[in-house]
């Protein structure tokens, strides 16, 4: 995941280099600035979603509220499958439950370069805090009992120690098993970062963002059948956000529709 993330920010400063061409912005301006946007978040132990509101609060600087939905998992997960039955599925071995976290949180962006152009790019500092409620599952297994020397029988259950090796396994079981059993675990967040908006057109947001975050909870979630489980979980992020200038004196440009419209040529 890390080396993942890491080209990951390669690309996309790559595209926002090759996007700041100069052109002159003749566009007529939105002043209130006020935002929302989207995003699609790229962490070091997984990947999720966000949706944002930002208000303006003074010409450089605007208060956020956010949401943001995506999964924690441990580094020490790998893919697997059985080696010795063709068709098997993949699997972790020794997984104990799979997370995913819910989180909502108040920040502060202030804007260190406005764009001197439309092909030139603004950048912000961010951060933000709140929140988070992670809900985990356990995993089930599809596991294989030997009941005559070329006959298996096969029971779903959880990970234990009588499941000495992947070979034990042949794949997990459906996602829905065990969603009766899902425990719910209350803690906060903080996030921080940087954020570079890029859009060739001023009521539209493109924008890239890369920072640190921390989700923090009064226990170790076990996500894995060792000792060696968090209860702090610090990742690098990347993210990609999408969204537009809220206009208050044109509220048909405020359709989220707009996002997707090309520039018409003059």
């Known amino acids: 995941m890390k080396k993942l993330l890491i080209t990951a920010v390669i690309f996309l400063s790559s595209v926002i280099m090759l996007r700041a061409q100069g052109e002159l912005n003749e566009q007529q301006k939105v002043f209130f600035r006020n935002e929302r946007s989207a995003g699609l978040l790229l962490n070091t132990d997984g990947f999720g979603l966000s949706y944002r509101v930002a208000k303006r609060t003074d010409f450089l600087n605007k208060k956020l509220f956010e949401i943001d939905a ?138 890239v963002e890369i920072g640190a975050q921390i989700n923090a909870f009064p226990k170790k979630i076990p996500i894995m059948a060792t000792s060696n489980n968090k209860l702090l979980f610090f990742s690098l992020f990347v993210s990609y956000r999408f969204g537009m200038v809220i206009d208050p004196m044109n509220p048909e440009a405020n359709k989220l529709t707009n996002i997707f419209k090309r520039k018409k040529a003059n």
């Open 70 to 207: 995506g999964t924690l998992k441990s580094p020490k997960e790998y893919k697997l499958s059985n080696p010795f039955i063709q068709g098997a599925g993949s699997f972790v071995f020794g997984k104990l439950n799979s997370v995913i976290f819910i989180r909502g949180g108040i920040g502060h962006q202030h804007e260190l370069f406005k764009k001197a152009d439309l092909g030139g790019i603004a950048v912000r500092y961010f951060y933000s805090a709140g929140p988070v409620i992670s809900l985990y599952k356990p995993i089930y297994y599809r596991v294989l009992y030997l009941i005559s020397p070329n006959m298996y029988e096969i029971k779903e259950e959880k990970f234990s120690s009588t499941i000495a090796m992947p070979q034990d396994i042949y794949s997990k079981a459906s996602f829905t098993k065990g969603l009766n059993e899902t425990k719910v675990l209350p803690g906060l967040y903080g996030k921080a970062g940087f954020n570079f908006e890029y859009s060739k057109e001023d009521k539209i947001i493109h924008a």
